[in-house]
């Protein structure tokens, strides 16, 4: 019989490489000691990774200084073309930012986070730090919150147990209670908001994407500076651009299925 072994028990040299290779994103590359340090492994087993990566492309070095290969965009345009309809969504992403100026993003549930899997910007788009690939707290954005309004109970229940409530800026919902009643809020207009709860001074608004049958796709969001989506003409207009595609994305994604 073969040993199972007991369940749950982290690989310590796969450990090791993800430690890696989310030290060398932090850091934009970094030098052999310099990373050793961050990742509190020896000179030599770090090396050693390294040369493996390398090997495989999926790092690069110049000179002394290690980065991240290009290998990596191959497996995540990948998992993002396995996204259910996502070549129906992608382009309802960029025409919304087209026609609000701001940002737009379309954000999926993963693991318990948000991960950002399209992200357009319009003329009049704020820069932020926010990417496609990036995680983000599902309690302190407009998407994630979008989301959890139209998740199971048990589901969200098991999401605030495990990633809990992290405060991202002092606006930011970090009472379960709290953020229970705001999902109620969701759910009764139809839309979700972040006032300064991810990046001081922005706002966002979100709706949940469905098909009809109510399986639960994803979120689309718009941000942009508050003192802009905070005037009441212009933020219902955006709602209803919203709440329009997102009406429109739900027929055509159960649609297409047949």
């Known amino acids: ?31 052999l000691t310099a990373l050793a340090d961050r990742v509190g492994r020896s000179k030599s087993t770090v090396h050693n990774h390294l040369q493996t990566l390398e090997r495989h492309g999926y790092v690069v070095r110049d000179s002394d200084v290690y980065r991240l290969g290009l290998k990596f965009l191959d497996h995540g345009g ?12 992608r382009p309802k992403i960029r025409e919304i930012a087209e026609s609000t100026e701001e940002i737009c993003q379309f954000v999926v549930e993963q693991a318990g986070t948000g991960i950002v899997l399209f ?24 998407g994630g919150k979008a989301l959890l309004a139209h998740l199971p109970d048990q589901r969200v229940d098991a999401i605030l147990a495990e990633r809990g409530l992290p405060a991202l800026t002092e606006e930011t919902i970090t009472d379960p209670e709290t953020l229970r009643e705001r999902l109620d ?12 709860e991810q990046i001081r001074g922005m706002r966002a608004i979100s709706v949940p994407i469905r098909t009809t049958e109510g399986d639960l796709l994803g979120a689309i969001s718009v941000a942009g500076p508050s003192y802009r989506l905070e005037e009441s003409d212009h933020e219902r207009a ?15 994604v159960t649609y297409s299925r047949f």
Not at 9 to 23: D, G
Not at 128 to 139: C, D, E, K, P, Y
Not at 188 to 194: L, S, V
């Open 1 to 31: 019989m073969p040993d199972r072994g007991p369940a749950n028990v982290p690989v310590k040299s796969v450990e090791t490489t993800l430690a890696i290779i989310e030290a060398l994103q932090e850091t934009n590359g970094v030098e």
């Open 119 to 142: 992200q357009e910007r319009g003329d009049d788009a704020v820069e932020t730090q926010t990417r496609i690939g990036t995680s983000v707290a599902l309690n302190g954005v407009a």
């Open 78 to 89: 990948h998992a993002r073309a396995q996204t259910p309809s996502a070549h129906l969504i």
């Open 185 to 196: 809020a969701v759910r009764d207009r139809g839309y979700a908001i972040n006032a300064g």
């Open 238 to 252: 955006i709602v209803d651009d919203l709440l329009s595609v997102a009406n429109e994305l739900e027929l055509n």
